[in-house]
């Protein structure tokens, strides 16, 4: 005998719209009532719909995914028949309402069923804690809040999907500067790959690029540098053994010459030195190119000298790049930054900034995946040597580009580096955010690891069908709505959320709107005067970004910085779209 004071105990003040006809699992059809007296368009039961079960001890929350006439039983009492999911369920009495996932008591034939209330959803959706935060309304009930529990999604990973053009850079933005309002002293990385974000986040936010940006060379393990020497091409076999032995000599001369006197300096057995070519230690360009001579030296086969000589012109040729001045600025005065280095980029401390843009747009393409790799592997390596003690959270933009599925593309340390986050980052304090609009094209194994998933629209088959491997069998059907959902609409499944959800994120405002959100008419501007000295700005723009001459107008020279602490503007492709743009290219850069 139920309760009267329990929580279900509604059946004579609601009409029900249909019945329990069969329950299997985590599935149940219900007949809809012919008599039923709900025929207002707010109560329509339709696909995407949630719907309370009325059970003896407790209200189940299902939501209908099919509705059909076809195969109906054979009593005219009902007019169609609806599949349902079995969600969660709500327990307790009507003043202490609690919802829990999972059901524990299945309903059985013949129970009562009802469009679910504003005040069910809100019990399902109420916070749990003050570790929420708001990121919009449901889709069925737009005055109920959607929250997403901060705790659950960091820890455990998570994702957004969308193609574009579905709003999905701006719901980045609204994530990000929401988890920065509940977690102030979260350090945040953010791979900008086309620089968009760099006014999102206003103040909180460091913004990287080429210009202000230093990395040193020998911060990059062998593959890495190997990657960037031979502009990633595969590495001649020859020419990377003799760089296999000369690296860790080359760490072995400086860190003697650091520690001894420069009179007397004896050189040192690279067998006794204790380093590989992988330990993060300096090194100095200079000495690692006079090994390689010296040994040329001692060669008399003309056809082994060339294969040295070839290695040392590769390795100048990239020293004199200016495209690489992040990466070999000083590489020959040394000094073991690499405590700066670490700081400056992860934001120890944070000094009212935690969080760190990093725009790629600007690097050599040839370098933006070790670049990349360089970074994943410091940050996981930080939080493994520092015992997760200052948790990091490392979103990856366009994630499909460097950990992509098949391992014939790409580059094998980043992706190396983004699966060791994913399968270990959360024990050492780093949390991975992954954002792609192709997820086919992303290492499932990676995906898998991400327990929050936000999925916009997906036209692509391929994508859906990753997507639905990724989810529970409990949320599958509701990706069937992935093709036909709205801009700013989006299905949430997973940890972070109390039940599998479609919402819709609510309005960013305009200076969080990332560029991409802003759009480049197609009419040709008649104000911007695409005259010769139009063509003529561009092309000294253009130049001077890869020669060492001072070019008047030139963003690079004229804002060098001359100290860590001078942070140079943002990048031309992240800033706002003006009228008159055009006329930017006639001046330096502010």
Not at 53 to 70: D, G, K, L, P, Q
Not at 255 to 277: C, E, F, M, S, W
Not at 424 to 452: F, H, M, W
Not at 513 to 524: G, V
């Amino acid at each position: 005998m139920a309760d009267p004071n329990s929580y279900p105990d509604r059946l004579n003040t609601v009409t029900s719209f249909g019945r329990v006809i069969s329950v299997r699992g985590s599935l149940a059809r219900v007949g809809l009532l012919a008599e039923s007296q709900l025929g207002r368009s707010e109560a329509r039961a339709t696909v995407g719909r949630f719907v309370s079960i009325r059970c003896a001890n407790s209200t189940i929350i299902a939501m209908i995914t099919e509705v059909s006439c076809e195969d109906l039983p054979v009593s005219d009492k009902y007019i169609a028949t609806a599949s349902v999911d079995l969600l969660g369920e709500i327990l307790g009495s009507k003043e202490r309402p609690k919802f829990q996932r999972g059901v524990t008591n299945y309903p059985t034939i013949s129970d009562a069923v009802e469009l679910i209330t504003s005040q069910e959803l809100r019990t399902v959706y109420a916070p749990t804690g003050s570790d929420q935060i708001n990121v919009g309304t449901l889709q069925q009930d737009q005055s109920v809040i959607a929250y997403i529990d901060v705790e659950e999604m960091l820890s455990k990973h998570f994702a957004v999907l969308g193609s574009t053009g579905v709003g999905k850079s701006s719901g980045v933005s609204l994530l990000l500067n929401e988890i920065l309002k509940a977690r102030p002293h979260l350090r945040i990385f953010l791979l900008d790959v086309h620089n968009e974000y760099g006014r999102c986040f206003g103040d909180r936010a460091l913004v990287l690029n080429p210009r202000n940006l230093k990395l040193p060379f020998w911060l990059f393990n062998f593959e890495e540098i190997v990657d960037v020497l031979f502009g990633g091409r595969p590495g001649v076999p020859e020419e990377l053994d003799i760089l296999a032995e000369a690296i860790p000599m080359a760490k072995g001369i400086y860190t003697q010459y650091q520690n001894t006197d420069r009179v007397g300096l004896k050189r040192i057995d690279p067998r006794a030195n204790g380093y590989t070519v992988d330990t993060p230690v300096p090194y100095r360009l200079v000495d690692l190119i006079s090994l390689i001579d010296e040994r040329m030296g001692k060669l008399e086969n003309r056809s082994s000298r060339i294969i040295f000589h070839k290695l040392i012109s590769r390795i100048e040729t990239v020293r004199n790049d200016p495209r690489y001045t992040f990466m070999f600025d000083n590489a020959n005065v040394g000094g073991d930054t690499m405590a700066e280095v670490i700081s400056y980029l992860f934001r120890l401390p944070a000094n009212g900034k935690p969080m760190t843009i990093m725009q790629l747009a600007g690097f050599p393409a040839e370098v933006v995946d070790s670049v990349v790799s360089v970074l994943c592997r410091m940050a996981f390596d930080f939080g493994l040597w520092s015992d997760g003690v200052s948790p990091l959270l490392f979103i990856c933009e366009e994630a499909h580009r460097y950990a992509a599925a098949d391992h014939n593309i790409g580059f094998g340390p980043t992706r190396k580096a983004v699966s060791r986050i994913a399968k270990e980052g959360r024990k050492y304090g780093v949390y991975l955010g992954l954002v792609t609009q192709r997820p086919a094209e992303l290492d499932a194994t990676i995906i898998s690891q991400c327990n929050t998933l936000f999925a916009m629209r997906l036209a692509n088959d391929r994508d859906q069908a990753l997507l639905r491997s990724a989810v529970s069998d409990a949320a599958a059907n509701l990706l069937s709505f992935v093709p036909s959902l709205g801009t700013r609409e989006v299905l949430a499944f997973g940890e972070g959320v109390a039940l599998p959800t479609r919402l819709r994120f609510k309005e960013v405002p305009a200076h969080q709107l990332p560029r991409s959100e802003a759009t480049i008419s197609t009419a040709p501007s008649t104000a911007s005067g695409h005259d010769m000295h139009f063509v003529t700005a561009v092309l000294d723009r253009w130049r001077g970004a890869t020669s060492h001459r001072d070019v008047p107008n030139d963003p690079i020279i004229t804002e060098r910085p001359v100290a860590r602490t001078v942070e140079a503007p943002m990048l031309q492709p992240s800033m706002g779209l003006d009228p008159d743009r055009f006329s930017l290219l006639k001046k330096p850069l502010r």
